[in-house]
């Protein structure tokens, strides 16, 4: 057979590229915008490219980057959550109980990721499966959640064993390391079958199950994984403080849905990526370190946050309005 009969055939990654090409639609002025604050943020803090500096920076950057990750997962499946604040909360609290006693760093590592994968895939279980609104009973959860993060430890207290807040909140970029393992497993994931089944889940359900795709296990492991990553973040903010607090986590709802937002993530599913959601909670961390440096009020931090997450959003809408 000649050469000339064999009709050519695409590039096997074209399709990969093309379609990784159209999620990063709307983020990339983000991309931009968080470049410019960490150079503003570099500029006005010198030390953040040491090695201290940056394990500081990228600790206090660690839970909120899990929560928007735990959102966004959600939100790409078209779900949300309202109980994120709630699971952070109860992670920290079984974290500080239990890892100083009889189950030790191993067990209670080992609750604090049971406790979320659990909560998370009861709740993904009704709301797929009960068909309700997730919005609604996320909320109930969070109350649920949230009464038994006080009854855990009716107030702060408890502790963390000294090696590990040294460890994780150190001057070694431990937070960063485990980032990027979470990331890498993310990424493994999605090269699942259910890992593959999530985007379809949330851009068209119906088409997707009648295709045979997994649908609602999919939602489910979504909700589980969800859980896990919030209980961790819980665990963290312990390491952090050296004891639990059961209202610590109660600012992370609405910080995870504002970073999933800013990173493009679309609150219908199917849209967006993970890469944005990492982005634009790496903006919020470095909007609230900048403003810190020049002296903002609480009151115009806020006002300020708040303008350029608005921003951040409706530019590229009207960009892409425009086209």
């Not at 990424?187 to 045979?212: I, Q």
């Not at 199917?270 to 009151?299: E, H, K, N, Y």
């Amino acid at each position: 057979m000649s050469n000339a009969s064999v009709s050519p055939r695409a590039p096997s990654g074209s399709l990969y590229w093309a379609i990784q090409a159209k999620r990063n639609i709307g983020v990339r002025g983000l991309f931009l915008v968080v470049l410019a604050f960490l150079v503003a943020y570099g500029l006005l803090f010198h030390g953040l490219f040491t090695g201290s500096g940056f394990a500081k920076f990228t600790q206090s950057w660690f839970p909120l980057a899990l929560v928007a990750m735990a959102q966004a997962i959600l939100m790409l499946t078209g779900g949300i959550s309202l109980a994120i604040g709630a699971l952070v909360s109860l992670g920290a609290v079984l974290a500080a109980t239990t890892m100083t006693g009889p189950l030790g760093v191993a067990g209670g590592a080992a609750l604090v990721c049971l406790a979320g994968f659990g909560i998370g895939a009861a709740t993904g279980i009704i709301v797929v499966r009960l068909r309700l609104p997730a919005i609604v009973v996320t909320l109930a959860g969070s109350f649920i959640i949230a009464g038994a993060a006080l009854l855990v430890l009716p107030r702060p207290g408890g502790a963390m064993p000294p090696w590990l807040s040294d460890l994780l909140a150190g001057n070694t970029p431990a937070a960063f390391g485990l980032l990027v393992v979470i990331v890498l497993l993310w990424k493994l994931y999605l090269a699942t079958p259910l890992g593959l089944s999530l985007y379809a889940a949330g851009e068209n359900p119906v088409g997707a199950y009648r295709s045979g795709v997994p649908v609602d296990a999919a939602r489910i492991l979504a909700y589980a994984i969800s859980g896990l990553l919030c209980t961790g973040a819980g665990l963290f903010v312990a390491a952090q403080t050296g004891s639990g607090d059961p209202i610590i986590g109660n600012s992370f709802t609405l910080n995870s849905i504002a970073a999933a937002v800013l990173g493009g993530i679309g609150f219908l599913g199917g849209q967006g990526t993970m890469r944005g959601a990492l982005a634009g909670s790496l903006l919020l961390s470095l909007m609230i370190s900048v403003m810190f440096f020049l002296g903002f009020t609480p009151v115009a931090q806020y006002v300020a946050q708040g303008l350029i997450i608005i921003g951040a959003v409706a530019i590229p809408q009207f960009r892409m309005r425009a086209r």
